[in-house]
């Protein structure tokens, strides 16, 4: 009876943290995927290169590449909880700033400055969305430490929402007006915010005597079998960041020459593949041990990306972008089932070595590497296009970081596994005992 009783408020209290930190998932994969439509326009309206509108995606990448273990620790100290709630502010400040920047408001007290607020801007959005999301994935193992794979996989997918709607409202509404744009995004941002803070004590508060605290950065990087998860994130993440920021100019040039409503479009379709991907390689970890998976996503990958550069070669006509189109919709899909099975498995490697209480120190880490890749990848298409002045090269020298993440996988199969395997029986079996 008595157990009964203490039961009910630790589920509802999951269920409010779960639904809170989704929360701040979808808005700030909104705000990372909101500005992708409009980068045509504003390499326009600034003169800018395709480098220097790629490197505004790469910005929002930046923070986390270089805070991504403080911010671990952070979270570790302070709390998820606190954390995010911090950062759905900060959010809300970003969305501002783009405001500022396309509306030129500072033009006549500093001109040419608009391209330099949207640098400001887009750095701010993503030292808070690194925050959100080192922290939410921090919770999220504590939380459910036996389900791990499928409820990341469950909050990436659904938080494709975000990602999904991003690219659709920001697309049509800067159409109808940059300035309600960006309030719009503003708001959406800020109607998050009630829920974390009623849900920041559920989501967790951390505590100040961590004993993670004392663990250096450099030990933690050096570790072997972190350090090739963090190749295999670095791999994965470059081919997608690429993606997200070439795919909008290769759409707004002949002969498509859509514009920024038609592109979000095809981005939503896009971005529902790989978050219905990521649901569904999440579910299965759980099941089964995750290289298998793995193995299976790089290969998509591979194949999606060189059929794309080929087929982009010869496409003369729109019947042929869209043929490239649908090789990318095979590379959201299996870049979904390379990407999901990491979490668990840096997870599951990081409580292995150095125990409980490292969970945000862990996602601190995966998020640099992550970052290094997206700031890579939309960098690298960028310049190839500005060299090549072809998508056909740029896309199909993309199958390269595939090759890489599957053979790093396929050679260090029998330690990935192992690993996942031996902290996944340590839990079921302490969850046994605690029951």
């Not at 993670?212 to 994965?236: A, D, H, T």
Request: hydrophobic letters at 55%.
């Amino acid at each position: 009876m008595s157990g009964t009783a203490k039961m009910k408020p630790v589920i509802d209290g999951n269920n409010l943290a779960f639904w809170a930190i989704l929360s701040a998932f979808v808005v700030d994969f909104l705000g990372y995927a909101y500005i992708v439509p409009i980068l045509p326009e504003w390499k326009q309206q600034f003169s800018l290169s395709s480098f220097e509108a790629t490197a505004l995606v790469s910005i929002w990448a930046l923070p986390l590449l270089l805070l991504g273990p403080f911010s671990g620790r952070l979270v570790d100290k302070f709390g998820s909880g606190r954390v995010i709630s911090v950062s759905i502010v900060m959010l809300i400040g970003s969305s501002l700033l783009y405001l500022v920047a396309t509306e030129e408001l500072l033009e006549s007290y500093f001109p040419n400055s608009g391209f330099w607020v949207l640098v400001i801007a887009r750095f701010i959005h993503g030292v808070s969305g690194a925050a959100v999301l080192t922290a939410g994935l921090a919770a999220a193992s504590r939380l459910w430490p036996n389900s791990f794979g499928a409820t990341a996989g469950s909050l990436i997918g659904m938080a494709t929402v975000g990602a999904l709607l991003g690219p659709v409202i920001g697309g049509w509404a800067f159409e109808i007006g940059a300035s309600n744009a960006f309030l719009l995004l503003a708001g959406i941002t800020a109607a998050a915010l009630p829920l974390v803070l009623y849900a920041s004590k559920a989501i967790g508060h951390g505590s100040s005597a961590s004993a993670l605290q004392q663990i250096p950065i450099r030990e933690f990087m050096s570790n072997p079998m972190l350090f090739r998860i963090g190749m295999l994130i670095v791999f994965s993440a470059l081919a997608t960041g690429a993606l997200e920021a070439g795919v909008p100019l290769l759409l707004s040039e002949p002969p498509l020459g859509m514009g920024p409503g038609g592109i979000s479009l095809v981005i939503l379709v896009l971005v529902l593949i790989q978050g219905v991907g990521s649901w569904w390689w999440g579910r299965q970890v759980d099941r089964t041990e995750p290289t298998r998976w793995m193995i299976m996503g790089w290969i998509g990958v591979m194949i999606g990306l060189t059929s794309a550069g080929v087929m982009s070669a010869a496409a003369d006509d729109k019947q042929g972008v869209l043929v490239v189109i649908a090789m990318l919709a095979i590379f959201q899909f299996s870049v979904a089932a390379a990407q999901i099975p990491l979490l668990p498995m840096v997870d599951a490697a990081t409580t292995r070595t150095y125990g409980k209480g490292s969970a945000g120190l862990a996602f601190g880490a995966f998020g640099t590497a992550w970052a290094a890749g997206t700031l890579i990848g939309p960098i690298f298409i960028g310049l190839m296009h500005d060299l090549t002045h072809t998508w056909s090269l740029s896309l199909g020298l993309l199958a390269i970081p595939g090759a890489l993440g599957l053979w790093l996988t396929m050679s260090n199969r029998d330690e990935l596994r192992s690993c996942y395997n031996e902290e996944m029986e340590r839990r079921k079996e302490s969850s046994s005992e605690s029951e």
